[in-house]
């Protein structure tokens, strides 16, 4: 039986996750910062709101396909195991199937955050954020990758992947509620 990989030692622990999100901020930056400054020069985003919608809903369809992938592998493991074909609710699921699970229950808590900052990023106006929200796309795949991969070998295994998806994620908040005070401020002018 395979047992979580509890640290014996916690604060050495946090700091290598602390060590491997500083390394995601350090890979997420630059990643973001080329697709606002390099990506608008290289091609013609939406203008017009329905396009950027449109733009964003795509976006949100490939932000999706990585719960569709957490949902396929957890089919696949089931199918071959009597106790886990039963399902969930009549027993708890074998050791094979637990990290699966833990990697589609977060994969779909980032989804959903997510496709909600990505649809709202898409109604600021200009380029640069439906160039951000591309960069999100990419970090996504990293991060569900390296999340995944990472899992079995504890806090700090995972944290690069859990930083990686949801630092652009904080970004597009940060960026919409940003442009909503802004208008705001305008507006009251």
């Not at 990023?121 to 796309?137: C, D, K, Q, S, Y």
Request: hydrophobic fraction near 55%; proline fraction near 6%.
């Amino acid at each position: 039986m395979n047992r979580a990989p509890i640290p014996k030692d916690l604060p050495a622990e946090m700091a290598r996750v602390r060590r491997q999100a500083a390394l995601s901020f350090l890979f997420c930056a630059p990643v973001l910062g080329a697709a606002v400054w390099w990506l608008p020069q290289q091609f013609e985003f939406p203008a017009e709101m329905g396009e950027r919608l449109a733009f964003a809903a795509r976006a949100c369809l490939l932000i999706m396909l990585w719960v569709l992938i957490g949902v396929g592998i957890i089919a696949r493991l089931r199918r071959k195991s009597a106790q886990d074909n039963a399902g969930s609710a009549y027993g708890p699921p074998t050791e094979r199937l637990r990290v699966p699970l833990a990697f589609l229950q977060n994969t779909l808590e980032h989804a959903t955050l997510s496709a909600f900052a990505i649809l709202a990023l898409a109604t600021v106006e200009g380029e640069a954020p439906l160039a951000f929200i591309v960069g999100m796309v990419v970090l996504f795949a990293i991060g569900r990758i390296t999340f995944l991969r990472g899992y079995p070998h504890g806090s700090a295994g995972r944290a690069f992947g859990v930083v990686t998806t949801a630092l652009p994620i904080m970004g597009a908040f940060a960026w919409v509620i940003y442009d909503m005070v802004d208008r705001l401020l305008r507006a009251a002018i």
